[in-house]
């Protein structure tokens, strides 16, 4: 294989990897938001308690 | 045998002895009683008498200054035979395996020993206590439910009064001669062994005045944490700074345990609270990753609400009437505390980190033996604070991941510019801090304070560091291992 040949390989699987794995850190963060506590006049709680409970 | 050293019968007191001790509180009177079972000749010294005297008391007497400890020199401890035991509430817990771990979150050596070296002696000491078959393992907080909190490690005595339990026993042993109304007020030096220096005799006084001598092959002084350093302090005539203090820790780093309010909590699910006490204490994963101190926190909520009184059917109605309507409650909350159902408030037991500021130092004033009276300093700092503001931060997240309860963290827990109202719980540790580095500590892994050949300390003054949970049992533990040891010596 050819010294261009070999680098242009090597962009297009660093291409496809970065294609493949992108969702994953927005995936974290998203996780982290969903655990995440909220303080209100002093009681820890869930971000899930100020959700009302009867919504559709 | 007894001897009353008023009585100024002293003659007892002349024969050489293979084991002295001073102080019967639960260290001095665990050591003897393991002690009366061998062959050696035992001196067993209390400065007051068999029972409660105000001349004896009023000696524990010296000024206060930093944190409010509502008394703690003069009316935390009992200064007569059974000492401090006279007066516990029985609370016991083992020390986790992290309150022995040699590296520490706070800069200064932890425990020279495993935690395994105290827990061989642990039958005997829920033996002297009377714990029975309680159990002091830690539990889940639920059972299926993996949780950064546990069911903290607690068994209940009675409480058992040292003093009347084993008088007579030790009274009748025919090796141990017990002495009651002897001040100990001074320990003399002479001569060197291996470099160390030698403790040759030590000096007590009655209430009339008299001295005697007491001369021993070793001396084990117990006499409370703030007493220990006084009196190692005191005796600076032939050590310049105090017996012990060639570092500058003898009265240093004296430590607490913390006991904050840290706020107020509503049960959600029932089923986490069906145990007697919810006693939770962090586990090990959390105070590592945080690098905190550990504690416990007592979150018992009030199911079914009582008012007494012969008001009470009109208290109760108002409670009721005032606790359904959410605003009225907060309103009415403002003028005074009241638990509607399913509530408590959540109260702590939290490790102090050894300080070198909090201590216990002599002031100039002296008291009727001629002895300097101490200042008691107690001081925490930030490590302090941090710990208590995640713990209790980290308690009412769980509690809301969990679902068991939601917490409401007081002012001071959130808001870092207010100080935290800290009160005490009467358990004095660390002025004679152990550590096998004699620049780091005043006693090394055996108790032996370090650069005296035959001088030995108990009690809590001894813990490097609090742990987070009460100290009587760990401070049993302990002088059941320096009894063993001093068996050992010959």
Redesign the interface.
Known sequence: MSPRKRKMHRIRRDLLKLFLVWPLPLAALRTQAA?E?V?V??????RT?LQPKNAS | MHLDFDGAANGALTAPFDVCLFGTGPAGLSVALELAKTRKRIALVEAGGLEYTEDSQKLYEGSESGLNNWGALSNKRMRFFGGSSNCWSGRCGLFDEVDFAADTYHGLPGWPIPRKAVLEHLPRAIDILDLGAQSLATKPFKEGVRSSFLHASAAFSPPTRLGPKYRQALVESRNVVLATRANLVDLRLAGKSGGNAVLDHAVVKNYKGQTARISAKRYVVALGAVENARLLLNCDKQMPGGIGNHAGYVGRCFMEHLNVQIGRFVVRDQSFFSEKQAELSPARELLEGQRIGNGVFAANPDFIPKDYGRLRYFKQKLREGTCQYETIREYARKFGDFNCQGEGVITSLIEQCPNPDSRVSLTANVDALGLRKVNLHWAINEADRHTIRTLGMELAKEMARLDAARVQLSDFMLDKSQDIPVAHHAHHMGTTRMSNDPRHGVVDENCRVHGVANLYVGGASVFPTGGGTNPTLTIVLLALRLAKHLEKLG
């Open positions: 655990e506590y303080i006049d002093g009681w820890v709680m869930k308690d």
